[in-house]
Nanobody
């Protein structure tokens, strides 16, 4: 059974940075394209970024130039470095495969507020 465990969220001021981590289980990580997603209150979950097995990356327009997705196959972990955070980035962040499975973790809350 695939499981995702996200961590690293927190509360920051606008312009701040956070680094999220996700350690999935139940998959062969090095063969999996991984994605980050987020869901803000009252909104649908949306795609944020993905990274292929060859570490090629794709980002949502709203985060390009500010967020960086990376992976460490030795640690079976995918990261999301978030810089220059804006209030509109506030959401619960999730990792999953790309395309996403129906199995979602608890996510990690990111709060951006002055």
């Amino acid at each position: 059974q695939v499981q995702f465990v996200e961590s690293g969220g927190g509360s920051v001021q606008p312009g701040g940075s956070l680094r999220l981590s996700c350690a999935p289980s139940g998959i062969i990580f090095r063969f999996s394209t991984m994605g980050w997603y987020r869901q803000a209150p009252g909104k649908q979950r949306e795609f944020v970024a993905r990274i292929s097995t060859a570490s090629s990356t794709v980002y949502a327009d709203s985060v390009k130039g500010r967020f960086t997705i990376s992976r460490d196959n030795a640690k079976n972990t995918v990261y999301l470095q978030m810089n220059n955070l804006k209030p509109e980035d506030e959401a619960v962040y999730y990792c999953n495969l790309f395309p996403a499975t129906s199995s979602w973790g608890q996510g990690t809350q990111v709060t951006v507020s002055s």
